[in-house]
């Protein structure tokens, strides 16, 4: 059974940086697309960055493109997210994905909260 299983979140002040990381389990995930989502209180869940299977592509959401990087690392099943610069509304519980074409749902794990305090 696949698993992934985010961590490096915490409570951190405005200007600070995160590094999140999603390990994954069960087997190897190198072939899919890998991605980090959030989701505020009372709001749905949003795209904040994904990587192609090889790393060569990368992809961000308005709000975080220059403050986020995603990366991965693909000899040890983990794809991570660099959080620079944060601000109060990136506080979000942090989800990472890992899906391919073909595959019939994707794989989530179980989030992990980031707190930005002004």
């Known amino acids: 059974q696949v698993q992934l299983v985010e961590s490096g979140g915490g409570l951190v002040q405005a200007g600070d940086s995160l590094r999140l990381s999603c390990a994954a389990s069960g087997r190897t995930l190198s072939t899919y697309a890998k991605g980090w989502f959030r989701q505020a209180p009372g709001k749905e869940r949003e795209f904040v960055a994904a990587?192609?299977?090889?790393?060569?592509?990368?992809y961000y959401s308005d709000s975080v493109k220059g403050r986020f990087t995603i990366s991965r690392d693909n000899a040890k099943n983990t794809v991570y997210l660099q959080m620079n610069s944060l601000k109060p509304e990136d506080t979000a519980v942090y989800y990472c994905?890992?899906?391919?074409?073909?595959?019939?749902?994707?794989?989530w794990g179980q989030g992990t909260q980031v707190t930005v305090s002004s």
């Open positions: 990587i192609s299977w090889s790393g060569v592509n990368a």
């Open positions: 994905k890992a899906d391919r074409v073909g595959v019939s749902s994707p794989y």
